[in-house]
């Protein structure tokens, strides 16, 4: 059984074992070490990484209480080894772990919410939790599980006896046999874990929570701790700043002015509907029986063109459609009262590049290509052509 360096406190970054065994694997050998540094793969974290005597590790993982090193050349058995962790990435996921359970144990310290998944991905924490919890709730408990940062409390790593494990109201997500290590942090947690914690939840720095979504039943979080906190921190910053100049507030005033902002914008849609209705109205009055009425008309969503194309062929009873430009061309509704319209859509579309369909009563869609008077020439030559 590989002797667990990491699970000391501090956990060493440098260490020297004895090579127990290589196996052949496909991308090149496993290595088992009396003794190692390396954090396996598991419980939501990912593995160190670093170099044995030089070569790269490029995994770890723990099988069968053997921890195994994957590196691209045979070490012999016997001979000795220098393992050097990657620091960066040890004092990342150091954070990351640490921080979740401070986080963690304040949910369930405040709510009676318990972690039931967790994982440390890129470039955030998932965390799934238990409870549907409110904004207002997770402000708290942020708010809350940065204090104790503050605190820079001891963390403290052990495997207590099982007596003494017993007696011990720790958090675990299943249910474990044989030794259980143990993750404390005064006031703050107590919980089974197997990974990497730093000494002290000052080193933590930091706890954001940057989105929450609900998730079966309960609440998915992602999260940000110490140095993965501060680009989202900065970003939100930035975008406020931008706010604040477009709509000309202050940036503790953002929220407000994009309210009246947004209420101002509904009023102006309730206004442009109307306007678009009394448009529709007074187009189609002038459509003429027995006519077709192809329109161009500025201005109109692709709702406003349908609403106007079938008030033309209601009036018209014959080939109506219209046409708003976009960007690229053309947007566009047709309708043909008593016949399908679709296979001369579909030449519509064929001509002019466009992607389209609907019913046989209605199409919409948008066409790449054309000019007014070439829409309206094809329109009108190919309905002809039809009805010939």
Request: charged residues 20%.
């Amino acid at each position: 059984m590989t002797r667990k360096l990491y699970e000391d406190t501090p956990a060493p970054l440098v260490f020297s074992a004895l090579v127990t065994g290589c196996i052949p694997a496909k991308k090149g050998y496993w290595v088992n070490l009396d003794q190692t540094g390396f954090f396996p793969e598991g419980g939501g974290q990912p593995c160190d990484l670093g170099t044995l005597n030089g070569m790269e590790v490029l995994d770890v993982q723990l099988r069968e209480g053997e921890v195994q090193h994957l590196v691209s050349q045979p070490l012999e058995p016997g001979a000795s080894v220098e393992g050097i962790i990657d620091r960066e990435r040890r004092l990342d996921h150091s954070q990351q772990h640490t921080g979740e359970h401070i986080l963690s144990g304040t949910l369930h310290r405040l709510f009676g919410a318990s972690n039931v998944g967790f994982h440390i991905g890129q470039p955030y924490v998932r965390m799934d939790i238990d409870l549907s919890l409110t904004a207002a709730q997770l402000e708290e408990a942020e708010a809350q599980a940065n204090a104790l940062i503050q605190q820079d409390l001891p963390v403290k790593a052990w495997y207590p006896d099982p007596e003494a494990l017993e007696s011990l109201p720790y958090r675990s997500k299943k249910a474990l046999e044989g030794p259980v290590r143990l993750v404390e942090i005064p006031g703050g947690d107590l919980c089974a874990c197997c990974g990497t914690h730093l000494e002290r939840t000052g080193m933590v720095g930091i706890i954001k929570i940057i989105s929450a979504e609900n998730y079966k039943g309960g609440v998915r979080l992602e999260v940000a701790c110490g140095g993965r906190a501060i680009p989202p921190i900065q970003d939100q910053h930035r975008q406020i700043t931008a706010l604040s100049g477009l709509l000309s507030a202050k940036p503790q005033q953002v929220e407000q002015a994009a309210r009246r902002m947004a209420g101002e914008n509904q009023a102006l849609k309730g206004q442009l509907a109307q306007l678009t209705g009394l448009l529709i109205e007074a187009l189609a009055a002038q459509a003429k029986p027995g006519e077709t009425q192809l329109r161009f008309c500025d201005g109109l969503t692709p709702d406003g063109l349908r609403r106007l194309c079938l008030a033309l062929a209601q009036r018209s009873q014959t080939l109506s459609a219209a046409f708003g430009p976009t960007e690229e061309g053309f947007s566009y509704a047709i309708s043909l009262p008593g016949q399908d319209v679709r296979p001369l859509a579909k030449e519509l579309n064929q001509r002019f590049e466009g992607r389209g369909g609907g019913s046989p009563n209605l199409c919409q869609g948008r066409l790449s290509l054309g000019k007014p008077e070439e829409i309206e020439k094809f329109l009108e030559e190919s309905f002809h052509a039809d009805a010939l």
